[in-house]
């Protein structure tokens, strides 16, 4: 890599920032659309129509960027550029104006762009933004401009300082020489006529090191051209000339073109760079190997040969049975190149092979195909994991802890290593069915205080701390005695009663007849762990940032004392983030703590932006009026931030009814949605019932998703001439205690939440699961909630990727209601699936107001009809109707229906004769676990 690329600022250089923007147009429909797209994107904007406001405002304010209209009713923008010509502020030009020599005057005048309005007006405008980041990074490039003119110096460097570029310049190629060695030049604009040489000698010169080593861009501008002088300096290694004299945009447009292919040129550099680190530290930390397409290795590392035992020489040139032990399957081998071949895909998987000796080792193994852009396949790399050591300690696990009480003692001895692994560094015992104690080891002696004659013998109640709850032990209880092995933490007491904490595993340890003889525990110490979590917790007493009161304080507070809480919510506060940076805001949040701890001795910051002030034996009556003349103190103050003026606002929440902390935060939510900035909370407010209701199940879901019981029941499509099954629609259950609970009780809940799309996501996964095993067609239904979802929409393109020969057997079923707002994204996931071949359905046609129109816009495969038009068409006319309409224009557009809830042969006849082409219900059959009668 060249010496003057610093890689690490390269990385840096593009700085998140909030830049001020000031647009000064005449037309106010133009204005309005320029601050509405400029303020999306994330500018401080502010507007006028007129010269004399736009000069006050830049009086004021730091503008950092102008857009100005140069046709103005109070008069020309010309003579704004005039005024700003020594300031720092960049203007972009707006007007009707094509004239040429108009357009160079702007930009000999330091003007960034020149924006004509045409048909390509608001498309010239999106590029705003880019320039403007590109001007950005230009505070990271150096130009050296080499010219014996004084005035074209002047000129140049003007130019493009505004442009933001550092600008070093040079009237002789001794000096030139100088500057480029002592400095990271970026490009180089070079003068043929010199006062020591001449340009095109210096360049011929210093071409190796300047084109070669440094890949400096350099361009030739001179008055005196002509086709020799092109040939040469092109072959000298220039990368561009321009005659003087110049077009001032042309020289921007050329400077900025080869200062870009020179950025990029250095990220390639700085990326392989990075790529050469990466594999040094695979080549450091794992066994690689590399071998063609028909599987000859061509590239071993050291690794490979210090664990296989035979040197490169003896490797390169072989197929990897080489090292292929006999114990692996073949099956094994053909499902490896079948993935790597013929799939394209890597392949992972844990391998047995064997060294030059004849000894044997474990590996880990990741083999990837190398694909070139067309799809062929260029090599194989195999990255390389030893896990022999876990292997042996696996074994030893299975034979020789497998066996009865009498024999325990002979095993350990048999394997010392193992003995010595296990008691340094585990706290370990045993017990027989009962739970009594029949070995511990010298670990457990020392951390729980008690000797081995005092334990055995007992059960581990002697132990047991009064603060572990009865149902932890009921939960170990029932999964050891089910044959399970049970994870948990457990806060247990010494000898002297002062407790300790235990990461334990207890395995049910079984004899060669496959019975449970006695349970082993494995155990570690990690008191350490939680004490350090109480100093932390003790430190959060105090708040770093604003030194008020922390959360932990408030807690101990409210259990020790009586009184009324006030709760102060800052209004909105990510805007003011957004508006001004986290340093800016801290400095808001530090001047609205100084405003406020005055109050009473208990004034608290509990998170980024609520603070609380407790009121110590004070009524709710007292406290309202306390807290009236909080607001007017923070709506009368003035906060500012680097002259800005900054909106702070805030919602106040009061309770005097215990838990106070809970309901004064129920009274400052029931406020946000009211014009009230003080709300005193009532019981009236809170349905604590459901909430807890809902915490319940939100509780269940994320236990569920945890242990593997999410999981789809299928409930089949049938034909309706012949009620046999053509496909089965995924129904996602939660398993509770081997109870099925419906998504009624719990998938609106859990759409409040993150966990949602880790539902999609698992009955997703599930069901690809059992197409694949079972080759059968299946439904799926995916939300609205879930198409706006970037992470799910990624994970369904990677499963459909990878199981390309299943796809055209999966039907997503999206259900059609007035939630759907954005149509570009519901159709950009309808493209995403048809690339695959899976079909469309609407799911609950016919519930909502727009559904032909939506049926058009869509074009699904099927259409699945509400069940609610359904399940009384036998008995409603109204039902029947609508049922016939949306089969006319379903049947002229080529689409299949499916008829839901059909619960009776009534319903079922009906269907059928009006056409419908398929139907579901409990008719045929409920959702069924299927995946549980494979289990079986």
């Known amino acids: 890599m060249q010496k003057n690329i610093n890689c690490q600022l390269f990385k840096s250089f593009v700085k998140k920032e909030t830049f001020s923007l000031l647009i000064l147009e005449g037309s106010k429909s133009v204005n309005k659309i320029l601050m509405s797209k400029f303020s999306e994107q994330g500018f401080l904007c502010f507007s006028t129509t007129s010269i004399k406001e736009a000069k006050k405002i830049l009086k004021e304010k730091k503008i950092d960027y102008l857009i100005l209209d140069i046709h103005l009713e109070d008069g020309s923008g010309y003579e704004l550029i005039k005024e700003l010509e020594k300031e720092e502020t960049k203007i972009f030009v707006l007007t009707s104006e094509k004239d040429k020599q108009l357009r160079e005057i702007s930009f000999q005048k330091g003007v960034i762009d020149y924006i004509v309005r045409d048909k390509e007006f608001f498309s010239k405008i999106e590029e705003i933004t880019s320039t403007i980041m590109q001007l950005e990074k230009n505070r990271f490039k150096t130009l050296l401009i080499v010219d014996d003119s004084f005035v074209i110096q002047e000129q140049l460097q003007e130019l493009f300082q505004n442009r933001n570029y550092n600008v070093l310049i040079s009237s002789c190629a001794s000096d030139a020489y ?110 690689v190997s590399k071998a063609d397409k028909t599987g000859k290795i061509t590239y071993v590392n050291d690794k490979f040969c210090e664990i296989s035992g035979f040197s490169k020489n003896e490797l390169i040139g072989q197929s990897h049975s080489i090292v292929r032990h006999p114990d692996m399957s073949n099956e094994v081998f053909e499902d490896l190149w079948e993935t790597i071949k013929t799939k394209k895909q890597p392949w992972k998987g844990r391998l047995k092979n064997k060294k030059k000796d004849g000894s044997f080792y474990w590996v880990d193994s990741i083999i990837n195909p190398i694909v070139d852009v067309d799809g062929n396949i260029i090599e194989f790399i195999g990255i390389r994991t030893d896990v022999t050591e876990q292997v042996l300690i696996k074994e030893y696990f299975e034979k020789e802890l497998n066996i009865k009480n009498m024999n325990f003692q002979h095993a ?34 020392q951390i ?63 004899n060669s007849d496959n019975q449970i003889s006695e349970y082993m525990a494995i155990r570690h110490d990690i008191t350490r762990l939680y004490e350090l979590q109480e100093e932390k917790e003790k430190t959060y007493l105090i708040d770093d940032l604003t030194l008020l009161r922390g959360r932990n304080a408030l807690n101990i507070d409210l259990k020790e004392k009586n009184g009324t809480l006030l709760l102060l919510d800052i209004f909105d506060f990510n805007r003011i983030n957004t508006l001004i940076g986290y340093e800016g805001a801290n400095e808001i949040l530090v001047e609205l703590a100084n405003l406020i701890k005055d109050q009473t001795n208990y004034v608290y910051r509990l998170h980024v932006d609520v603070f609380a002030i407790f009121y110590e034996n004070r009524t709710v009556e007292v ?30 929440g009061i309770s005097d009814i215990k838990p106070l902390h809970v309901n ?46 999410i999981r789809p029941f299928f409930q089949p499509i049938v034909n309706l001439e012949t009620k046999e099954p053509i496909k089965y629609e995924a129904l996602v259950r939660l398993i509770d205690e081997d109870k099925a609970i419906s998504p009624f009780f719990f998938l609106d809940i859990a759409k409040k939440s993150k966990l949602y799309p880790e539902i999609t996501k698992r009955v997703f996964k599930k069901s690809i699961e059992f197409m694949k095993r079972n080759n059968i067609p299946v439904s ?14 990624n994970y369904i393109s990677i499963v459909l990727q990878a199981n390309k020969d299943i796809a055209p057997m999966i039907t997503f079923e999206i259900l059609e209601s007035d939630e759907i707002d954005d149509y570009e994204k519901i159709n950009s996931f309808i493209k995403l699936i048809k690339k695959y071949g899976s079909s469309l359905a609407i799911d609950d046609f016919g519930s909502g107001y727009s559904n032909f129109t939506q049926l058009l816009n869509m074009e699904p495969d099927i259409v699945k009809i509400d069940g609610s038009l359904i399940k009384d068409i036998h008995v409603n006319k109204n039902s029947r109707d609508i049922v016939e309409s949306i089969l006319i224009l379903t049947k002229k557009r080529g689409i299949e229906v499916v008829a839901e809830f059909i619960d009776n042969e009534e319903v079922h006849e009906i269907v059928k004769k009006l056409g419908v082409d398929y139907g579901q219900g409990f008719l045929y059959s409920p959702p069924i676990d299927l995946l549980k009668k494979e289990e079986k």
């Open 664 to 709: 004064a935060e129920i009274a400052i939510t029931k406020n946000k949605n009211s014009f009230n900035k003080i709300s005193i909370y009532d019981e009236k407010m809170d349905d604590k019932e459901t909430a807890q209701n809902n915490f319940s199940m939100l509780n269940k879901v994320k236990i569920a998703l945890q242990e593997d019981l």
């Open 412 to 445: 350990l001895k048999l394997s010392k290593q193992y003995e010595l692994a296990i008691n340094e560094s585990n706290i370990l015992s045993r017990t027989n069915l009962k739970g009594t104690i029949t070995y511990v080891n010298d670990r457990f002696c």
């Open 178 to 287: 100088k500057l480029i060695q002592s400095n990271r030049i970026d490009l180089i604009l070079l003068d043929l006529e010199l006062k020591d040489t001449s340009g095109l000698i210096f360049l011929q010169k210093n071409r190796k090191e300047l084109v070669e080593i440094k890949k400096i861009p350099v361009m030739i501008i001179s008055g005196n051209i002509d086709g020799n002088t092109i040939r040469d300096a092109l072959k000298a290694g220039a990368v561009d000339i321009v005659k003087k004299p110049y077009i001032t945009e042309e020289l921007i447009l050329k400077v900025d073109l080869w200062i870009e292919y020179n950025r990029r040129e250095q990220e390639i550099i700085c990326n392989q760079e990075l790529l050469q680190q990466y594999k040094d530290t695979v080549d450091r930390s794992s066994i």
């Open 448 to 510: 729980s205080g008690y000797s081995k004659e005092e334990v055995i013998g007992r059960d581990h109640n002697i132990v047991r701390h009064p603060d572990t709850s009865k149902e932890l032990f009921k939960d170990l209880w029932r999964t050891i005695q089910s044959g399970k092995s049970w994870f948990g933490i457990i806060k247990n007491k010494r000898k002297d009663n002062t407790p300790y904490w235990v990461d334990t595993t207890i395995i049910p340890i079984r």
């Open 780 to 793: 799926i239904n995916i939300s609205y909630q879930d198409v706006m979802n970037i992470d799910v929409l």
């Open 623 to 652: 406290v309202k009026e306390y807290a009236s003349r909080v607001l007017f103190k923070i709506d009368k103050h003035r906060f500012m931030y680097k002259g800005l003026d900054i909106p702070v606002s805030v919602n106040i």
